[in-house]
């Protein structure tokens, strides 16, 4: 599936610290993953992924990222962060970041993550449990 920043129901904002810069005075490269990271903690807050992990020790590891940068970021700014999935298997989805500047009003990077179901104590592949494939389909609208 196809998807924009105005399709993600997860949508979190942070202000740009001014440690975030680097000595080019833009925000370091590495900071959007913590970005992603943030939006992706919500994400799984939202679809129970979470609470599954702490229940029964199956949850997710992050299996690959990437990130195209579109925009530098300065201090002072604020940034939305959306996620969504645009793509769910049997035991893993693809996650879809989004990162747009209040200033600019531009999204200035986009990413993507795989994200795999790992069954910690067995540390292994684990099939997504049918009640969060379900949040995520609905969330989703996948």
């Known amino acids: ?28 490269n590495a900071v959007y993953f913590r970005y992603f990271e943030t939006a992706r903690m919500a994400y799984f807050d939202q679809t129970g992924v979470s609470s599954l992990k702490e229940s029964s020790g199956i949850g997710p590891i992050l299996a690959s990222t990437q990130c195209r940068y ?7 700014d604020t940034v939305s962060i959306a996620a969504g999935v645009s793509l769910i298997s049997e035991d893993r989805f693809t996650m879809k970041y989004f990162v747009k500047s209040h200033n600019s009003g531009r999204v200035v990077a986009v990413g993507e993550g795989e994200i795999v179901f790992y069954d910690y104590q067995k540390q292994c592949k684990h099939v997504i449990p049918d009640v969060i494939r379900e949040r995520i389909i609905e969330l989703d609208n996948l």
């Open 70 to 76: 579109k925009a530098p970021l300065a201090y002072p």
């Open 1 to 28: 599936m196809y998807l924009e920043f105005d399709d993600c129901q997860v949508v979190v904002q942070t202000p740009i610290a001014w440690g975030e810069m680097d000595a080019y005075q833009h925000v370091n």
